[in-house]
């Protein structure tokens, strides 16, 4: 099962903000950053890995290393 993913326009700015912030202090943090969300997104578009619910029916899925979070509904076969 795959899902597609559908972003809300905040996260494309989040997601630049947090990546320019780590590209500012080194090009390396910035890469990893960028790894570690396309990890995240696999997981979600995988659709393997149920993650934690958060609350009603958003799940959440935490960036290792970084202070950001990934929340998500499920709608068909769409993660929101």
Aim: glycine share 2%.
């Amino acid at each position: 099962m795959s899902r597609q993913l559908v972003y809300l326009p905040e996260v494309r700015r989040d997601f630049v903000e947090a990546r320019n912030y780590y590209g500012a202090l080194s090009p390396r943090l910035a890469e990893a950053f960028r790894a570690e969300f396309q990890r995240a997104e696999r997981s979600i578009a995988e659709g393997l890995i149920t993650h934690k619910l958060a609350f009603r029916h958003y799940h959440r899925v935490l960036l290792q290393r970084y202070p950001y979070t990934l929340y998500y509904r499920v709608a068909e076969h769409k993660a929101v």
